[in-house]
């Protein structure tokens, strides 16, 4: 599980949620999870290029995927996301309730708008 200090979110033509993740590896060095959206110009890409996609510095940026399912655990305080590629397990317990609260605004409207599934439990 990677443990996420502070989340980033934007909302304008695009929809954007960005994961600071501790890297375990280098002190004080941080990785990004990012989640992007632009459900404006959805319509104009290929079905298969569709959605909510996400970048981690972790792997190659080459490799496009998507994000599929959202889940918010408030036992636990985790974030888990579900993409076409990998499952990221996310420890949200540092991040203040703002943030979270703009997160769960934004992947409520990914949402509703039809490029994820997303839930809290």
């Known amino acids: 599980m990677d443990l996420v200090s502070f989340i980033t979110t934007e909302e304008s033509d695009d929809l954007i ?3 600071a993740i501790d890297d375990p590896t280098a002190l ?6 990012t989640l992007l959206w632009t459900p404006k110009y959805d319509h104009l890409r290929l079905p298969e290029e569709r ?6 510095d ?8 998507f994000v599929v399912e959202a889940r918010y655990e408030r036992d636990g305080r985790t974030v888990r996301l ?5 499952t990221y397990e996310l420890d949200v317990q540092k991040v203040d309730r703002p943030e979270l609260a703009a997160m769960h605004k934004l992947f409520g409207k ?3 708008l039809g490029g994820i ?4 439990v």
């Open 51 to 56: 959605g909510v996609s996400v970048s981690f």
């Open 117 to 120: 599934r997303y839930s809290r």
């Open 17 to 19: 949620v960005s994961f």
């Open 82 to 86: 579900v993409t076409r590629q990998r």
């Open 110 to 112: 990914m949402a509703s």
């Open 58 to 65: 972790r792997f190659p940026a080459d490799e496009e995927d």
């Open 28 to 33: 004080g060095h941080i990785r990004s999870l």
